[in-house]
């Protein structure tokens, strides 16, 4: 605990931070997925406090996320009663403790390094591009929406392309003044001043777009912004009503296989949005901390049963929420549990007055936020580690961007899966020859896939050659080449070729060899 008071001063001031980003994100979730939008905030609230209190990853967050959006959408719309949805986000929370005790968190440690930095980087264009036309005004479409192809037959450029035409001034000034104050937020000299460095820049932000909106409600109101261009939270008149925000479960619903379809949908999908997004914030974590899957498996389980049980939307651990955590400085987990108190306390006692706050404030926020996670650098460095990194880190990219998140990380995974087999394969095998002396050598791991090109190799031995086979440097060699080699053998006297094996006792692989 004492490590938890130690770092305060870094996790209060993140923690504003991140209920700043996190605030318009769940409203417009639980409103692209057609949900109330209370249960928005019910799901940011019992991400922050009980995945957060949780988890054993320090700088995740956690709440309802853009990737579910469509699937949460479809089944609100296929089993037409809410409460029926949210006997499926208890069941899909049950799944997942499941899954975390038999310890299905594994999955997320074969996703190649290349594809979780596409996937950073692809999120911050996303937010780039999605939150354009939020900066200048236009919020046509919900905030956090991040897939291509949008509901209104929109895609993601053209709706920034559209936000042109309809750009609002007062909009696009407070986005820039907004835009300049986290810049220069950024500057050394600010971070060296320890007094500065624990105000949050996106909180000055916020207070600066409130008072220019307000003196141009006060002074000229024509310029000033519209309601919709605002955060819009509920606003309960009493206790009562507050508590009327609630939604409860109906068991009676358990014998729907809809209720069960959805319930194996969203565990399935959340888990691997989960696995992958801590498994991208370990990247982000200056100190390179591993989280334990299988503990945020289970925490994210008992976050989704208690998320059902109240009324909320589902939860995974969210990149955007996180990657702001850690670019606002948070060291522990104090400050996903700091946002989610605040959260709740902000919706119970100050709701009127979050609902002044500009969402072009907001937009700057993650567009500032997307910046720092599509560096130029980022792209230069894996330029230079080669085609094999470069390739699946450039597809990941562009597929997050021209699908969503997990259909990108699918293909990311399968070319970055497809540029490691064929390193190894061509690694695998080494062929050189002088004149008529030829070296074969087996090295690593060799599969069935390297039979074309041995086979190809020894096709190639011309006659009266001297071929030497060294396998002393393979760990493992495939029966299916070790019949190929045999097969060369049985017949290289015919073309007066001269054979040598040389093998190494110490394996236990060289056994396979006494054949030859």
């Known amino acids: 605990m004492k490590k938890?008071?130690?770092n305060a001063g870094s996790d209060l001031p993140?923690?504003?931070?991140?209920?700043?980003?996190?605030?318009?994100?769940?409203?417009?979730?639980?409103?692209?997925?057609?949900?109330p939008l209370f249960s928005g905030i019910i799901a940011g609230i019992v991400g922050g406090i009980v995945i957060g209190t949780l988890s054993g990853s320090q700088l995740s967050v956690s709440g309802p996320a853009a990737g579910l959006t469509v699937i949460v959408a479809t089944a609100i719309l296929t089993l037409k009663v809410y409460e029926a949805f949210l006997l499926a986000v208890v069941l899909a929370g049950i799944i997942q403790l499941i899954l975390g005790f038999i310890r299905a968190g594994v999955i997320g440690d074969y996703v190649p390094n290349s594809v979780i930095k596409g996937m950073l980087a692809a999120i911050g264009l996303i937010l780039i591009l999605k939150q354009f036309p939020h900066l200048v005004g236009y919020d046509a479409d919900f905030v956090g929406d991040e897939t291509f192809s949008q509901g209104d037959k929109k895609n993601t450029f053209s709706a920034m392309f559209q936000a042109i035409e309809f750009i609002t001034p007062t909009a696009i000034f407070i986005g820039g003044i907004s835009l300049l104050i986290l810049a220069v937020w950024e500057r050394k000299i600010i971070k060296k001043n320890k007094i500065l460095q624990l105000i949050p820049g996106p909180l000055l932000v916020v207070l600066a777009s409130v008072f220019i909106n307000g003196y141009f409600l006060a002074n000229n109101p024509a310029y000033a912004l519209e309601t919709k261009q605002l955060v819009s939270l509920p606003v309960a008149k009493d206790a009562a009503?507050?508590?009327?925000?609630?939604?409860?479960?109906?068991?009676?619903?358990?014998?729907?296989?809809?209720?069960?379809?959805?319930?194996?949908?969203?565990?399935?999908?959340?888990?691997?949005?989960t696995?992958?997004?801590i498994e991208a914030v370990d990247k982000l974590d200056p100190l390179k901390r591993v989280s334990p899957a299988n503990r945020e498996l289970k925490a994210q389980g008992i976050g989704n049963i208690v998320s059902g049980l109240i009324g909320g939307l589902p939860l995974t651990s969210v990149v955007v929420r996180?990657?702001?955590?850690?670019?606002?400085?948070?060291?522990?987990?104090?400050?996903?549990i700091t946002h989610g108190i605040l959260l709740l306390l902000c919706v119970m006692f100050i709701p009127v007055i979050l609902n002044k706050i500009p969402l072009s404030a907001l937009a700057a926020v993650l567009i500032f936020t997307g910046y720092k996670l599509a560096r130029i650098s980022l792209f230069k460095e894996f330029f230079q580690k080669g085609w094999d990194q470069f390739v699946p880190f450039v597809v990941t990219i562009a597929a997050i961007l021209m699908t969503d998140l997990l259909v990108g990380i699918i293909i990311g995974i399968i070319v970055g899966l497809f540029f490691m087999v064929r390193s190894n394969f061509r690694s695998s095998v080494f062929v050189v020859h002088d004149s008529n002396q030829y070296l074969i050598r087996f090295r690593k791991d060799v599969s069935f896939l390297n039979k074309p090109i041995i086979k190809k190799k020894l096709e190639d031995v011309p006659e009266n050659a001297y071929v030497l086979i060294d396998a002393t440097r393979a760990d493992f060699i495939d029966k299916d080449v070790i019949e190929e080699v045999n097969n060369f053998l049985c017949h290289a006297h015919l073309k007066n070729i001269r054979v040598e094996i040389k093998k190494s006792p110490n394996k236990p692989m060289h056994l396979l060899f006494q054949q030859l």
């Open 4 to 6: 938890y008071f130690l």
């Open 14 to 35: 993140a923690s504003i931070v991140v209920l700043l980003v996190a605030l318009p994100l769940c409203l417009g979730i639980a409103l692209g997925s057609g949900a």
């Open 241 to 273: 009503s507050f508590f009327s925000f609630f939604t409860f479960p109906d068991i009676r619903f358990l014998n729907n296989p809809d209720v069960w379809i959805t319930a194996v949908t969203l565990a399935i999908v959340a888990s691997l949005e």
């Open 275 to 277: 696995l992958l997004g």
């Open 322 to 336: 996180s990657s702001a955590n850690v670019s606002a400085g948070a060291k522990t987990k104090v400050s996903a």
